[in-house]
């Protein structure tokens, strides 16, 4: 169930660029900015309205988790998770100019399954497991089918640079937010939090990129849009599903993002996929498909082995 929300999420994701691509939009930098702020003010009301009807005290919403414990914001990985999500707009949107769609976008989602597993081992003691480490080797080889099938690629080595500082920005945030849920906080409190201060430092770049484009037919549209679903809603869904999933493999779920975009590219604008990328298609789902059957331990089916304890909703 917790890896459907995040797959959820993924998809909400892959319709970003077809989104764009429907409506008329300034710089690929504007509109990332426009869309962290909108996300943030809707999920600035959404954590709100949860504290509200969930009843949760004044003293708990500034951090204790409603089982009672005393769970502290910390500065650290709130920082850290704001500032993936601002690196990763920058570093992305620039990487596609610089390289190409095809090369930034292949290296900056592809790399992110593996930043995120090395960094949640080195920030959480969070082990590799074999079928990690499978489901990403297949997912990361089909987004490279995917993307890169039928495409006519450029490579610059600043372009590439520039799209694993997005990979690495992504896993950052993906592994601070995983911490502070671990910690107890509400998931709509942590996306809150977190792309609240990351637009914050993304602010800046409005008026320099221009805002012009709000005014056209479409412009707000797609800022409000872009801020509701892809951002808001997908994720409050990803945070639901972090708090059960590991960082790496929360990473290697979210490869369906370019998948969902291919499909759609297909499907609304026409776009003719060739046999690669056909065939990296299939690859990914074969990848997703690996990390999203339950797991199954050899101690859970000895004789008189202990059953897993129940997560708790707060854990």
Same mark, same amino acid.
């Given at each position: 169930?917790?890896?459907?929300?995040?797959?959820?999420?993924?998809?909400?994701?892959?319709?970003?660029?077809?989104?764009?691509?429907?409506?008329?939009?300034?710089?690929?930098? /504007?509109?990332?900015?426009?869309?962290?702020?909108?996300?943030?003010?809707?999920?600035? /009301?959404?954590?709100?309205?949860?504290?509200?009807?969930?009843?949760?005290?004044?003293?708990?919403?500034?951090?204790?988790?409603?089982?009672?414990?005393?769970?502290?914001?910390? &500065?650290?990985?709130?920082?850290?998770?704001? &500032?993936?999500?601002?690196?990763?707009?920058?570093?992305?949107?620039?990487? $596609?100019?610089?390289?190409?769609?095809?090369?930034?976008?292949? $290296? /900056?989602?592809?790399?992110?399954?593996?930043?995120?597993?090395?960094?949640?081992?080195?920030?959480?003691?969070?082990?590799?497991?074999?079928?990690?480490?499978?489901?990403?080797?297949?997912?990361?080889?089909? &987004?490279?089918?995917?993307?890169?099938?039928?495409?006519?690629?450029?490579?610059?080595?600043?372009?590439?640079?520039?799209?694993? $500082?997005?990979?690495?920005?992504?896993?950052?945030?993906? &592994?601070?937010?995983?911490?502070?849920?671990?910690?107890?906080?509400?998931?709509?409190?942590?996306?809150?939090?977190?792309?609240?201060?990351?637009?914050?430092?993304?602010?800046?770049?409005?008026?320099?990129?221009?805002?012009?484009?709000?005014?056209?037919?479409?412009?707000?549209?797609?800022?409000?849009?872009?801020?509701?679903?892809?951002?808001?809603?997908?994720?409050?869904?990803?945070?639901?599903?972090?708090?059960?999933?590991?960082?790496?493999?929360?990473?290697?779920?979210?490869?369906?993002?370019?998948?969902?975009?291919?499909?759609?590219?297909?499907?609304?604008?026409?776009?003719?996929?060739?046999?690669?990328?056909?065939?990296?298609?299939?690859? $990914?789902?074969?990848?997703?498909?690996?990390?999203?059957?339950?797991?199954?331990?050899?101690?859970?089916?000895?004789?008189?082995?202990?059953?897993?304890?129940?997560?708790?909703?707060?854990?």
């Amino acid at each position: 169930m917790f890896r459907l929300l995040i797959l959820f999420a993924a998809v909400s994701f892959g319709t970003t660029g077809t989104a764009q691509a429907l409506a008329p939009a300034g710089s690929p930098v /504007a509109v990332g900015a426009a869309r962290i702020a909108v996300g943030a003010l809707i999920l600035a /009301a959404v954590a709100w309205w949860t504290t509200r009807r969930k009843g949760i005290s004044r003293s708990e919403a500034r951090g204790q988790s409603p089982s009672g414990g005393a769970a502290r914001w910390r &500065v650290l990985p709130l920082v850290a998770g704001a &500032v993936g999500v601002a690196a990763y707009q920058l570093g992305f949107f620039a990487a $596609v100019a610089d390289t190409g769609v095809a090369v930034g976008t292949v $290296v /900056a989602l592809g790399s992110g399954p593996a930043f995120a597993g090395a960094f949640a081992r080195v920030a959480h003691g969070t082990p590799l497991s074999g079928r990690w480490a499978a489901s990403t080797a297949l997912a990361t080889a089909g &987004v490279v089918l995917l993307v890169l099938g039928g495409a006519q690629a450029t490579v610059s080595a600043p372009g590439v640079a520039l799209a694993l $500082v997005a990979g690495a920005s992504y896993a950052a945030y993906t &592994v601070a937010a995983k911490g502070m849920l671990d910690q107890g906080h509400a998931p709509e409190a942590v996306m809150a939090r977190t792309f609240g201060l990351g637009a914050l430092l993304l602010a800046p770049a409005l008026p320099v990129a221009g805002v012009g484009w709000l005014g056209a037919p479409g412009g707000l549209a797609l800022a409000l849009y872009l801020g509701a679903v892809p951002t808001a809603l997908a994720y409050v869904l990803f945070a639901r599903g972090l708090r059960e999933v590991g960082a790496g493999e929360a990473a290697t779920l979210t490869l369906a993002e370019p998948l969902t975009a291919a499909l759609l590219g297909a499907a609304v604008l026409g776009e003719q996929p060739g046999v690669l990328a056909v065939a990296g298609a299939g690859v $990914v789902l074969a990848g997703l498909a690996v990390l999203a059957m339950p797991a199954r331990t050899a101690a859970r089916d000895r004789p008189g082995a202990a059953r897993p304890r129940a997560l708790s909703p707060t854990a």
